[in-house]
C-alpha cells in the first residue's frame, strides 16, 4: 500500500500540470459545494439567532382571543373565566425538566397617562413584573437597581424604565431618583434597564412591524403588587419560560401552554395560551434554504461528474504511456491484483488531493462571498470531510476502468510496444 502511494505521488508529480488540469473539476465541483453549505448554514444561523434570540432561549406564551393576541385597554375588557397564574401552576412549569425559569407580568399597551413634571410620554407600553422578569428576559440593569421583594410585599410605588425612555426623555441625566406621575400616581424611579441580547431589528411582518413600533415607544416596568393601584386586580397574565437550552424551547413552550389553559374555565372557548413557536418558524425557514441548498448542489454536482469523466481519461492515458512497464511488471510475477491496486490508488490520490484543494477553495470563497455581500458564513467540518470522501469514491468510481485495463494487459503484448 505503502508503495502504491509512493509511485502514485510520483506520477502526479511528474506530469505535474497535466495533474492538476486533471484535478481542476473535483477542485471546481467541491469548492462550490462547500461555498454553498457554508453560506446556507450561515444564513440559517442567522435566522436561527435574528428570530431566537442569541442564547436567550425564552418563549413567550401569550392569551390569545380568536387568533389574535389579547390586549386589555379597560376593565370592561377582561375576559372570564381566565384567572391570574396562580402558585401552584407557577411550580409545576418550573418542575419541567425543559424549562429554567419562569415569569409572569400584566401589560397595558400605548398608555398616555405617563408625566414627568410636564412632559408626557409618548404611549409606552406598561408592565406589572414580578421579581424574577429581568432575570427570565435576560434583561439587565444599566443604572439604579432592579425591584427587590420589599418593593413588593410593602406595595411600593417604584418604576424602572427602559433605555429608549432614559435616552428620549433624560438625554443629559441619570433618570434615577426622579418621579413619574402614571394615572396620577407619583412613581420613583429606581432603575433603567437594557436588553443585552438586542440583535438588531429585523422586520418582515406586520406583527414584527407592531412590535418593533412598541419598543420604539418604550417600556415600563412597576412592580405586579402595585398593578391593581392603577389598573384592575384581577387582569389575566403573559407568561415567559426561559429553556434550557434552545432545543427545549418548543417542549418549553408546549408544555407550559398546556399547564396554563387548563387553569381556563370551560366555558371559555374565544380565550387561550398560545406559545409563540420561533423554533417551528425557523425551522420552516431553514427548511426552505435547504431546498435551495439541495437545488444548487446538483448543479455543482455536474462539476464532480466532468472532474470524474477527466481522471478516467488521464488514466486511460496513463495506462497506455506505461504499457511496457504493467508489461514487465506481469512479466515478472505481478498479480492483476498488485496493477489494479496501484493505478487505483493512484486515481484516488489525485482526486484525493483535488478534494483538500477543492475544501480549502470552497471556504475561501465562502469568505469571500461574506466580506462582499455580507452574507453570514458558518464552515461545516463534516461537510467538508464527507467532500473529501466522496472526491476519493470518485477516483474510485472512475478510475477502476482504467486500472482494470492496465490489470488485464497481457504481458507479451505490453511488452512488444515500446
Given at each position: 500500500?505503502?508503495?502504491?502511494?509512493?509511485?502514485?505521488?510520483?506520477?502526479?508529480?511528474a506530469?505535474?500540470?497535466?495533474?492538476?488540469?486533471?484535478?481542476?473539476?473535483?477542485?471546481?465541483?467541491?469548492?462550490?459545494?462547500?461555498?454553498?453549505?457554508s453560506?446556507?448554514?450561515?444564513?440559517?444561523?442567522?435566522?436561527?439567532?435574528?428570530?431566537?434570540?442569541?442564547?436567550?432561549?425564552?418563549?413567550?406564551?401569550?392569551?390569545?382571543?380568536?387568533?389574535?393576541?389579547?390586549?386589555?385597554?379597560?376593565?370592561?375588557?377582561?375576559?372570564?373565566?381566565?384567572?391570574?397564574?396562580?402558585?401552584?401552576a407557577?411550580?409545576?412549569?418550573?418542575?419541567?425538566?425543559?424549562?429554567?425559569?419562569?415569569?409572569?407580568?400584566?401589560?397595558?399597551?400605548?398608555?398616555?397617562?405617563?408625566?414627568?413634571?410636564?412632559?408626557?410620554f409618548?404611549?409606552?407600553?406598561?408592565?406589572g413584573?414580578?421579581?424574577?422578569?429581568?432575570?427570565?428576559?435576560?434583561y439587565?440593569?444599566?443604572?439604579?437597581?432592579?425591584?427587590?421583594?420589599?418593593?413588593?410585599?410593602?406595595?411600593?410605588?417604584?418604576?424602572i424604565?427602559?433605555?429608549?425612555?432614559?435616552?428620549?426623555?433624560?438625554?443629559?441625566?441619570?433618570?434615577?431618583?426622579?418621579?413619574?406621575?402614571?394615572?396620577?400616581?407619583?412613581?420613583?424611579?429606581?432603575?433603567?434597564?437594557?436588553?443585552?441580547?438586542?440583535?438588531?431589528?429585523?422586520?418582515?411582518?406586520?406583527?414584527?412591524?407592531?412590535s418593533?413600533?412598541?419598543?420604539?415607544?418604550?417600556?415600563?416596568?412597576?412592580?405586579?403588587?402595585?398593578?391593581p393601584?392603577?389598573?384592575?386586580?384581577?387582569?389575566?397574565?403573559?407568561?415567559?419560560?426561559?429553556?434550557?437550552?434552545?432545543?427545549?424551547?418548543?417542549?418549553?413552550g408546549?408544555?407550559?401552554?398546556?399547564?396554563?389553559?387548563?387553569?381556563?374555565?370551560?366555558?371559555?372557548?374565544?380565550?387561550?395560551?398560545?406559545?409563540?413557536?420561533?423554533?417551528?418558524?425557523a425551522?420552516?425557514?431553514?427548511?426552505?434554504?435547504?431546498?435551495?441548498?439541495?437545488?444548487?448542489?446538483?448543479?455543482?454536482?455536474?462539476?464532480?461528474?466532468?472532474?470524474?469523466?477527466?481522471?478516467?481519461?488521464?488514466?486511460?492515458?496513463?495506462?497506455?504511456?506505461?504499457?511496457?512497464?504493467?508489461?514487465?511488471?506481469?512479466?515478472?510475477?505481478?498479480?492483476?491484483?498488485?496493477?489494479?491496486?496501484?493505478?487505483?490508488?493512484?486515481?484516488?490520490?489525485?482526486?484525493?488531493?483535488?478534494?483538500?484543494?477543492?475544501?480549502?477553495?470552497?471556504?475561501?470563497?465562502?469568505?469571500?462571498?461574506?466580506?462582499?455581500?455580507?452574507?453570514?458564513?458558518?464552515?461545516?467540518?463534516?461537510?467538508?470531510?464527507?467532500?473529501?470522501?466522496?472526491?476519493?469514491?470518485?477516483?474510485?468510481?472512475?478510475?477502476?476502468?482504467?486500472?482494470?485495463?492496465?490489470?488485464?494487459?497481457?504481458?507479451?503484448?505490453?511488452?512488444?510496444?515500446?
Amino acid at each position: 500500500m505503502l508503495e502504491n502511494l509512493r509511485l502514485s505521488f510520483q506520477s502526479i508529480w511528474a506530469h505535474k500540470m497535466r495533474s492538476f488540469l486533471t484535478m481542476l473539476g473535483i477542485i471546481i465541483g467541491i469548492a462550490a459545494i462547500i461555498a454553498i453549505v457554508s453560506t446556507i448554514q450561515g444564513t440559517n444561523e442567522e435566522i436561527k439567532n435574528q428570530l431566537i434570540g442569541a442564547g436567550t432561549n425564552t418563549v413567550d406564551i401569550y392569551l390569545m382571543q380568536n387568533g389574535y393576541q389579547l390586549s386589555i385597554y379597560s376593565s370592561s375588557g377582561i375576559p372570564y373565566g381566565v384567572p391570574q397564574v396562580t402558585d401552584e401552576a407557577r411550580e409545576e412549569i418550573l418542575a419541567l425538566d425543559s424549562v429554567e425559569n419562569v415569569t409572569c407580568y400584566t401589560e397595558r399597551e400605548s398608555v398616555d397617562t405617563v408625566y414627568y413634571q410636564d412632559t408626557e410620554f409618548n404611549y409606552p407600553t406598561i408592565r406589572g413584573i414580578d421579581v424574577s422578569y429581568f432575570d427570565t428576559v435576560g434583561y439587565s440593569i444599566r443604572t439604579g437597581r432592579g425591584f427587590v421583594e420589599s418593593d413588593y410585599t410593602n406595595f411600593r410605588t417604584v418604576v424602572i424604565i427602559d433605555s429608549t425612555l432614559a435616552d428620549k426623555y433624560f438625554p443629559n441625566e441619570d433618570p434615577v431618583g426622579n418621579t413619574l406621575e402614571i394615572s396620577g400616581v407619583p412613581f420613583t424611579i429606581v432603575g433603567v434597564v437594557t436588553n443585552t441580547s438586542d440583535t438588531g431589528t429585523s422586520i418582515s411582518t406586520i406583527s414584527e412591524y407592531y412590535s418593533y413600533l412598541y419598543d420604539s415607544y418604550g417600556y415600563l416596568y412597576i412592580p405586579s403588587a402595585c398593578w391593581p393601584i392603577l389598573y384592575c386586580f384581577d387582569e389575566p397574565q403573559n407568561v415567559i419560560v426561559k429553556a434550557v437550552s434552545t432545543d427545549d424551547m418548543e417542549k418549553a413552550g408546549s408544555d407550559t401552554e398546556d399547564i396554563l389553559n387548563s387553569l381556563i374555565s370551560s366555558a371559555q372557548t374565544d380565550v387561550k395560551y398560545d406559545a409563540q413557536n420561533l423554533v417551528e418558524q425557523a425551522r420552516q425557514l431553514a427548511s426552505l434554504s435547504s431546498s435551495t441548498q439541495t437545488l444548487m448542489i446538483w448543479v455543482a454536482s455536474i462539476s464532480l461528474l466532468v472532474g470524474g469523466i477527466g481522471v478516467m481519461n488521464i488514466m486511460m492515458v496513463s495506462v497506455t504511456e506505461r504499457t511496457s512497464e504493467i508489461g514487465l511488471k506481469k512479466a515478472i510475477g505481478a498479480r492483476k491484483g498488485a496493477i489494479l491496486g496501484q493505478f487505483l490508488t493512484e486515481a484516488v490520490v489525485l482526486t484525493s488531493i483535488g478534494g483538500l484543494l477543492g475544501v480549502g477553495a470552497g471556504i475561501g470563497m465562502a469568505y469571500i462571498i461574506n466580506k462582499i455581500s455580507g452574507t453570514a458564513v458558518a464552515i461545516s467540518v463534516p461537510a467538508s470531510a464527507i467532500a473529501v470522501l466522496f472526491s476519493m469514491v470518485i477516483g474510485i468510481i472512475f478510475g477502476l476502468m482504467p486500472s482494470m485495463k492496465a490489470a488485464n494487459l497481457d504481458p507479451i503484448e505490453a511488452l512488444r510496444r515500446e
